[in-house]
């Protein structure tokens, strides 16, 4: 039996209070970070209604992985695409 | 001296106080400068409590000839019940003999319990009498110097006390560093009113007599000694016995010289010993080597303890800080007619808030931002437990109260506990009065110019301040005397919401929080004035309700990393410059007691280097300098010419020699030491050198000091190594990687 959309973002919304007491002892930086992880997991929610597993906490993690990745990607290209464009670069020194 | 016929009325100094046969034996320095022993026909009590036939028996046991005692029924309360108890108290006519029947008792009936029967008796008798050790007092005396009555003109709250004009007659050992019992032999130093005499030790006879000489025309109060405790009295009375000849070390002729046996303890998880004690009647003898209050405050903030814990200055000088505040705590108690119980032992010393950090995760910690910050703003809480205390009244009887478990006010933070909001509890009262004190005390020292009032004030403030950080451990644990784990945990979980609530305020402003220790943050905000740190610590104030300060602006600091794993932070160790130019540094060798000078010298200068810079940038252009200085020591080390004094590594050991296991260089050095035949307690603190660190003989790699004779040679590159590693933890921030620094220092390399 198939979980709704609504439940597994409510899912989520628990998991973030579970949380609540961890997150505030946490610097501003890294709540923000922890907040752009949970959004992560929120982007998923259908694809983790449609898999209905018991611990859901797993399917965020993997939500938040997934959103890593595609901007592990992305920055990787950006690198490439700069070290290409920019024109020989004096070398390196060595370590004196 | 007994005089035969004194004045009525005295005014003077109460010295000391000790039991005697018919009373209290009351030493009191007039104002006329004289020096007379009273007696205070004073009777101390304990209690008793039990079924009627158990103390049937007790009263059965208690030896009435030769030992008067008065017995009677009366009621007292236990600490929190608020229904009197029915005890049976015991008064005792010969306080001299008050020691001895407890103890037997003790032995005798196990089904009886026992109140009041471990306060020393010269706290009771203070506390019955409100004096207190150097109290100004007037005193009523017979002819034939009995006390009828007496008390104090002044409080032990006074911040503006005159201390009594004490003759001081100071004993040492000529030109030593280490433990004289590691070896050696030494001539023994008097200085008294300004003279200083040495003492050769070739005629026992004659050193017992020109010391008892000087001992009659001075009659110093005070006999202020290094080593006094485990080496000079104890060799001097051995001296005077072998050579028939009294040693008039004590006032009252009548007494011994005391003796505590020496012991080692646990204090802040570390092992310390403590080298025994020789103990004075009618005169104090303090032993500069044996005393951790004269170490961290000197004379004023041992007589300042003294005096507010009514704790005898000899006792204070060699207990520990927790006996002190353990004291003021019984005080409140017996004046409430609460009894108290008997301990077997007293519990260890207990952990600063600081020490908590690593073993109970009682308070919150933030690992600092790695690296060099500028414009940070350092804001401290002021006494953050005895604060929380006394402002959320938490002590072991107020901790769950039956009267306020549905207050929501009474609440506790994060744990179920509430405390109570209707009678201020046992622990808040004794700290109340010792906030401040120590408030007003800092207040003066901010009024104060003068260089010498400075000092006193500021001895006798951290005084103080050493009573209220013990005081968390004592008061809030469970296995204090009227400790409760509840308190405990009550004290640590307001003191986690409150440091969570000023990072909220910090951040909520703007501010980036770079390091949190249980009760002081470090915080930065670019641009941030000295005016909005202030702010901001107004506004933690206000939401906390707990004072907190700036405790300053550093133009620059630098959180180092753990010499284990250079991408770790430490907690509290750090090395700042305030924008007034003064620095604080903490957890490098400069600040640690087993570094040997020279790698604490050339770190120093290192420092004093980069104090120069004002900005991060100027930092990095202060490493060359550094990489200089570091150089400079190094060829020095090279070139042999270090001094012994630079090489010391002092190490306290923490177990018997035989029983370390490793051959780490403090265990060889132990072991060299116990050939010698010198015997080591564990806590003791020894000093060797390194000679050939990776030597296959285990004997060849260290020295102990003590036993060095002409024939050595140090490890240049042990020596080295050290050298390098605490400069590597200062500049490895600033982009210099070890490899770089090993070179670029190197006498004998080119690149530098
Ligand atoms: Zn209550």
Redesign the pocket.
Known sequence: MGRTLTTFTQLVWQEIESLRRYRRALRQEDQQALDTLFAAARRHSSAGAYLARETPFEIMLLSMLIEQQKQLVALTRKVADLETRVPADPPARVAS | MRPACLPTRLRGWLLDAYADRAGMAVWLLDEDNRRVRLLDPFRPTFYLAGPRHALDAVLRALPRRGCPLTTRWVERHELGSPDPVPVLEVAVHQPSRFPTLVRRLLQQCDQVQFYHVDVPLPQRYFYERGLFPLARCEVEVTVDGTIRAIHAVDSPWDTGYATPPLTILELSLEGRVSNPNHGGVCNLIVRVEGEERCLEGDDGAELVARLNQLLHRHDPDVILTDWGDSYILPRLLTLASRVRLPLALNRDADRPVGMQAPRSYFSYGRILANAGARTLYGRLHVDRQNSFVMAETGFPGLIEQARVTKVPLQHMARTTTGTGITAMQLETAHHDGILIPYRKREPEEFKSALELLHTDQGGLVYAPVLGYHENVGELDFASMYPSIMTRFNISPE?VN????AH?PA?RVPEIGH??????TGLVPRTLIPLLSKRAQYKRLLAATADPMTRQVLDQRQTALKWLLVVSFGYLGYKNARFGRIEAHESVTAYSREILLQAKETAEHRGFRLLHAIVDSLWVHKPGATRGDYEALARAIAARTTLPIMVEGIYRWIGFLPSRVDPRMPVPNQFVGMFETGESKIRGLEIRRADAPLIVKKAQAEVLRSLSQAQTVVELRAHVTHALEIIRAYRHYLQSGRASLEDLIIAKSISREPQAYRHQTMTAIAARELLRHGVRLQPGETIHYVMTDAAAPLAEDRVRAVATLDGAWSYDARAYETLLLKSARVILAPLGLNPTDLDDLTNPGSSRA
């Open positions: 107020t109260c039956s009267c306020c207050d009474a509430h405390t109570c909001r209707h009678r």
